[in-house]
């Protein structure tokens, strides 16, 4: 599967943003769908997970409350929700795909990568 994502940008601390990811080639919903980021100098932190259904979901403990990540299987489209922003935030954003028929929150564990998409929260 072909990823592409898109919605980054600049924001204030408090604002919100909305990632989106377009998936292409196999069948999108046979994939468990998951955003991470990193911060320049940082380890690739997973940020949110979502189900092939989209009926499961997990945050990070970071992100909870504020991050909002959901699926549309018809538009083969994975959505990450960002309200309440921090600088804390600021990260290139990936959207990921794994085939594993239960991946942990983990990079390893996702095998289809997008490029990537800045995110900076100024304060």
């Known amino acids: 599967v072909q990823l592409q994502a898109s919605g980054g940008g600049l924001v204030q601390a408090g604002g919100s943003l909305r990632l989106s990811c377009a998936a292409s080639?196999?069948?999108?919903?046979?994939?468990?769908m998951g955003w991470f980021r990193q911060a320049s100098g940082t380890e690739r932190e997973c940020v949110a997970t979502?189900?092939?259904?989209?009926?499961?979901?997990d945050y990070a403990d970071s992100v909870k409350g504020r991050f909002s990540i959901s699926r549309d299987n018809a538009k083969n489209t994975v959505y990450l929700q960002m309200n309440s922003l921090k600088p804390e935030d600021t990260a290139v954003y990936y959207c990921?795909?794994?085939?594993?028929?239960?991946?942990?929150?983990?990079?390893?564990?996702?095998?289809?990568w997008g490029q990537g998409t800045q995110v900076t929260v100024s304060s």
């Open positions: 990921a795909a794994s085939a594993k028929a239960r991946p942990t929150c983990d990079y390893r564990d996702f095998s289809s």
């Open positions: 080639g196999r069948t999108f919903s046979s994939y468990f």
């Open positions: 979502i189900s092939r259904s989209g009926f499961s979901t």
